[in-house]
């Protein structure tokens, strides 16, 4: 009995720990992500606003553009190298979207949309989501509409 107790147990906790949901998203940038405009590829950290890139950096202001050398462990070789790296962003000029990966201990990926002001170098409206490692902006929207990626607030920075 206490071991089928322990069993019950562990599979509520897989299942709650495993529960995504988009519950911070608003309508309205839901509406613009979804509604065809035409997103321009970033393939660079030096391709986004500095207000982007400080959103996304680690302590150190550091972003690593995709594929280029960087921390993603919690073992440190190189202080100077980033604990943060890109993986895509796309931008209408106004909203960007980020997907980038944090290095250490509990590797994880997550997700920014924001819209700019350029002419404040400010951002006007910012929602972050953790998830799995997607390849692509139509992956990203699949996954949004599956709620397969997580917006509790403690992801948030």
């Known amino acids: 009995m206490r071991k089928l107790v322990t069993i019950i147990l562990g599979v509520l906790v897989i299942a ?5 949901a988009v519950t ?9 992500l979804q509604n065809g ?7 660079r950290v030096a ?9 996304c950096a680690n302590g150190n202001g550091k972003l690593a553009d995709s594929g280029a050398k960087w921390e993603p462990t919690d073992v440190i070789t190189d ?16 909203y960007f979207v980020v997907h980038y990966e944090n290095g250490g201990r509990g590797h994880s990926y997550h ?19 953790v998830g799995n490692k997607l390849t692509s902006y139509e992956d990203f929207l699949v996954a949004l509409r599956r709620n397969e990626l997580d917006d509790d607030t403690r992801y948030y920075h």
């Open 24 to 32: 911070h998203l608003s309508a309205a940038l839901l509406s613009h």
């Open 111 to 129: 997700f920014l949309v924001a819209k700019v002001d350029s002419a404040q170098a400010t951002v006007e409206e910012s929602w972050f989501a």
């Open 16 to 20: 709650n720990v495993s529960h995504a």
């Open 37 to 43: 405009v035409a997103f321009k590829n970033l393939n």
């Open 47 to 55: 391709q986004l606003p500095a207000v982007i890139v400080d959103v």
């Open 79 to 94: 202080p100077a190298l980033p604990r943060r790296r890109l993986i895509w962003a796309i931008s209408d000029g106004d």
